[in-house]
């Protein structure tokens, strides 16, 4: 969309009363390449400045073009522009043909993974302390200094994003939400692999929020087609856990479904407990089809 159209879009999700609203982290168009895009974290930065109430974040900035202590600096500058309604979104990479086309270097998964918990280490110590120091094996800081501090206490929140065994043992330890796309099976799958990781590191699962990106395009099915449609498509994954939903934007002809969402559906959820799903404890958990070659990092 032009930049009108994205801030006339923007103040009308705020105006139905929608919780959030989310930016990709791509340098191309991804499901249509030869189409315009604007470039994420400048543009966030600008449409906090034209909105007040409703939280934004860029789902999710991309390791391997976003220097983390940098991201980090920019995350501040967010927050300030929008009275501490940011949240800070970061996952690994992974479209490695924008990369070759803009020049960025795409490494290997092993290094991505490792990358990624070195960059959420960076920036959650950047957001949190006055002078940061680091000694990692891709990035360092020496008495980095974070002035001013964000307006959020301790820090604005970490939404990380992955999907296999080494990625979710760092979000089970850092995440203040997990994202992911997938399956209610692989989503409910995965919520009980973080629920196991929190048992390890003695943290409470409850304390991390579990946030589904429905990627429609992608998808079998349209939740803005109908009434029933969007039930049909959200119904499964709150039962697997999920307690954040992030959808592709409707069309334009699809705004009263918009409207529909926010006037009836909205209210009634958020009246449930997000976390009355099944429990199942840790000692139950079968972990041993978990790190399978093709589970993604």
């Given amino acids: 969309m032009d930049w009108e159209t994205t801030v006339k879009r923007w103040q009308l999700f705020e105006k139905l009363g929608f919780e959030s609203a989310w930016l990709c982290d791509h340098l191309i168009y991804v499901s249509h390449p030869d189409q315009p895009y604007f470039e994420a974290w400048t543009l966030l930065a600008a449409l906090a400045a034209r909105t007040n109430h409703i939280r934004i974040g860029v789902l999710v900035s991309?390791?391997?073009?976003?220097?983390?202590?940098?991201?980090?600096?920019?995350?501040?500058?967010?927050?300030?522009?929008?009275?501490?309604?940011?949240?800070?979104?970061?996952?690994?990479?992974?479209?490695?043909?924008?990369?070759?086309?803009?020049?960025?270097?795409?490494?290997?998964?092993?290094?991505l993974v490792t990358r990624f918990r070195e960059a959420v280490q960076v920036i959650d110590l950047i957001l949190r302390q006055d002078v940061s120091s680091f000694d990692g094996e891709y990035y360092q800081l020496r008495g980095a200094q974070s002035r001013p501090h964000p307006v959020q206490?301790?820090?604005?929140?970490?939404?990380?994003?992955?999907?296999?065994?080494?990625?979710?043992?760092?979000?089970?330890?850092?995440?203040?939400?997990?994202?992911a796309f997938g399956t209610p099976k692989e989503m409910r799958e995965r919520n009980q692999m973080l629920d196991y990781y929190c048992h390890e590191i003695g943290r409470d699962p409850d304390t991390l929020d579990r946030s589904l990106y429905f990627w429609v395009p992608k998808a079998d099915s349209d939740p803005w087609v109908s009434e029933q449609a969007f039930h049909d498509v959200i119904?499964?994954?709150?039962?697997?856990?999920?307690?954040?939903?992030?959808?592709?934007?409707?069309?334009?002809?699809?705004?009263?479904?918009?409207?529909?969402?926010?006037?009836?559906?909205?209210?009634?959820?958020?009246?449930?407990?997000?976390?009355?799903?099944?429990?199942?404890?840790?000692s139950q958990i079968d972990i041993s089809h978990w790190t399978k070659p093709q589970d993604y990092m």
């Fill in 235 to 282: 119904g499964p994954y709150i039962e697997a856990g999920v307690n954040q939903f992030i959808f592709d934007q409707p069309r334009e002809d699809q705004t009263p479904m918009l409207e529909w969402v926010a006037s009836d559906v909205l209210p009634k959820l958020q009246q449930q407990d997000p976390r009355e799903v099944e429990s199942v404890a840790a």
């Fill in 153 to 179: 206490k301790p820090r604005p929140p970490l939404v990380l994003a992955g999907f296999g065994p080494r990625m979710l043992k760092i979000i089970a330890r850092h995440a203040d939400t997990w994202n």
């Fill in 62 to 111: 991309s390791n391997t073009f976003r220097y983390p202590s940098v991201l980090a600096k920019q995350a501040v500058t967010v927050d300030h522009i929008s009275n501490g309604r940011l949240e800070v979104g970061l996952g690994a990479g992974w479209y490695a043909p924008e990369h070759a086309m803009f020049g960025i270097p795409f490494p290997e998964t092993k290094e």
